[in-house]
């Protein structure tokens, strides 16, 4: 089976962002980029699945500037295959239209029985990427998975969350899956695969060899940003020391009432 | 874009707050761009819900008790909402910031090639142009969109953000047709309720939240959850405390879990990391209750008690009782 898990590099949450006034986009150099922290569970769900069946690979998607294509050899020293990173100048600005439209003839391309993917980007916040995606290649889409159960003659089965609880939910592959946190803790790389991972391929396509059409990038993205503003700061909080309950319980529901609370 | 379409999150009838927020707005939206206001509502128990939206300030509401919409996971909710955005031609999609939410904006993305803002706090009409505005990279900035390009734009909405006013227009009720020729993939074997009856988190005004200094948990039980539910609130959690088993991860607030911004957020034995801080700093009023006053939460929170959870905890939970019980 071909398992392709597409991730994303996302800034560091710790570093200070800057935003670049004139194309309202995110200053990415100087700032450290990591894997989307939710991006590490799908490969973990990934390499689980390649434990359990054979003749199954793994290989890392990503759409992120050439200069970055090192930071996957870490994901590659947890155990995946190979890597293949879009790299284009075209992709600058491209919105959750754009990229999925880009990223699906890449998909189209590599070719896989299954995708998998973070349920979520940490810096976006939009979640919108899969779902496109996944009806862009025209293939079922399983969300929020927290354990795939059986991936057997052709289908899959899964366990999914909602917000009120879970479902089981089966279907055909090739299919399009995005993992929560509860697949499983992702694994530290060996030693051993972190020697093999400087051996590892990792490869580079254009917008010219997919041989995309429509505009992708600021120029075909349906959404534009118009101003860019520093959140709200707040007062410094109050500080009070409880040496008993009934002291800190009354410092509280004072400060409740004045601000009409309770 | 004219028209306002509001998606309606509901099981078996029952839907959340964040559903009459969505209606609300919408209203107000549709008067600025001269459009019309609608909602869609899907699968077992749409009927009696339809109507009783009718209380809100909607000018058509769509619906159908169509059951594959609850056999089938996503694609026939998202071929009615598709449906209904293509008959208006152009239209503003809005949907709660939610799961199953952000599953059918993402869908309708790509059905639509339409643009799409997230977790949205506040919308504005100039000139005609809708801007949106939300915190972005992890709540460092706050970004105003647009869209372009598009006859359709999509918002997840974020539940809490939005006043909900009810107001009686006589909306009309269209009960929906099947879409011809339509197969679905993924069948829905088992749907299991795991929380029911409790205030979704996201949605709650209040929420009570606990960290590693709870040490187990039975705190959650004993002590968090009677004074959420005297302040008629929903129990939160840090990651520690999912990481550690004591709550399920469903409860877990952050970076990695749910974002929410209740009227008021209560961090219990929280110290408060910055994966903790994105997921409510953008609560109205922030109480942290702590034994250490040099802890990270207190630069988000409003008050900072430095003292024994244990005491603090059940005592203010009395207090709170004792003023529900004998209003000042």
Not at chain 2, 108 to 134: F, H, K, P, Q
Not at chain 2, 149 to 160: D, L, Q
Request: glycine share 10%; hydrophobic share 45%; net charge negative.
């Amino acid at each position: 089976m071909k398992i392709v898990v597409t991730v994303k590099l996302v800034p560091d949450l710790a570093a200070a962002k800057r935003i670049d006034p004139s194309t309202k986009r995110l200053i990415r150099t100087g700032i450290d980029t990591v894997l989307n922290p939710f991006d590490e569970y799908a490969i973990e769900a990934a390499l689980q699945l390649k434990e359990k069946l054979p003749d199954t690979t793994v290989t890392l998607f990503s759409m992120a500037p050439e200069s970055s294509k090192e930071t996957f050899r870490k994901a590659l020293a947890m155990g995946a295959d190979d890597a293949v990173v879009l790299s284009d100048p075209g992709l600058a600005g491209s919105d959750v239209w754009a990229t999925s439209f880009a990223a699906t003839q890449a998909l189209r391309k590599i070719g896989f029985d299954l995708v998998l993917s973070g349920a979520l980007s940490d810096d976006g916040n939009t979640g919108g990427v899969p779902g496109a995606l996944a009806e862009n290649l025209g293939v079922p889409g399983l969300t929020n998975v927290r354990k795939i159960e059986e991936i057997a003659d052709g289908r899959i089965r899964a366990q999914r969350e909602t917000d009120t609880g879970y479902q089981v939910v089966v279907g055909p592959l090739p299919a399009f899956v995005t993992v929560t946190m509860a697949v499983g803790e992702p694994r530290y790389a060996s030693l051993k695969g972190i020697m093999g991972a400087k051996k590892k391929t990792i490869a580079t396509l254009s917008l010219q060899e997919l041989g995309i059409e429509k505009p992708v990038g600021s120029d075909g993205a349906k959404t534009e940003v118009l101003a860019i503003d520093p959140p709200k700061s707040r007062e410094k909080a109050r500080i009070v020391e409880a040496p008993d309950g009934a002291t800190g319980a009354k410092a509280i529901f004072d400060f409740l009432r004045e601000r009409k609370l309770v | 874009m004219r028209d306002v379409i509001v998606f309606v999150e509901h099981r078996g009838g029952q839907t959340r707050k964040v559903t009459f927020e969505l209606a609300t707005e919408a209203r107000r939206l549709a008067d600025a761009l001269g459009g019309k206001a609608h909602a869609v509502v899907l699968g077992k128990g749409s009927e009696s819900l339809a109507k009783s939206l009718q209380n809100y300030p909607l000018n058509a509401i769509h619906y159908t008790e169509d059951s594959d919409c609850d056999r089938f996971l996503l694609e026939p909710v998202v071929d009615y909402v598709e449906a209904v955005a293509k008959a208006s031609g152009d239209a503003v999609v809005l949907v709660p910031n939610t799961m199953l939410g952000r599953d059918v904006a993402g869908r309708l993305v790509a059905r639509l090639e339409a643009g799409i803002t997230s977790d949205v706090t506040e919308i504005c009409v100039e000139n005609g142009r809708i801007g949106c505005v939300a915190p972005k990279l992890q709540g460092s900035t706050i970004t105003t969109c647009a869209f372009k390009n598009t006859a359709y734009g999509i918002i997840t909405v974020r539940p809490n953000a939005f006043a909900a006013a009810p107001q009686a227009i006589g909306a009309e009720l269209i009960a929906l047709s099947k879409p011809a020729g339509k197969s679905y993939s993924i069948a829905i074997e088992n749907d299991v309720e795991e929380a029911a009856g409790e205030i979704g988190l996201e949605e709650a005004a209040v929420v009570v939240s606990g960290g590693r200094g709870l040490g187990g948990p039975e705190p959650f039980e004993t002590l968090l959850r009677p004074l959420a539910e005297a302040l008629g609130g929903a129990v939160g959690a840090s990651r520690a405390a999912a990481d550690a088993g004591w709550v399920p991860y469903s409860l877990q607030i952050g970076q990695t879990g749910k974002v929410v911004s209740p009227q008021l957020y209560i961090a219990v034995g929280i110290s408060g990391a910055i994966q903790h801080k994105v997921g409510m700093q953008t609560a109205g009023t922030i109480v942290a209750i702590n034994r250490d006053g040099t802890v990270p939460i207190g630069e988000t929170a409003d008050l900072l008690v430095v003292g024994d959870l244990f005491q603090i905890v059940p005592a203010l939970t009395a207090l709170v009782q004792e003023a529900k019980s004998a209003p000042a």
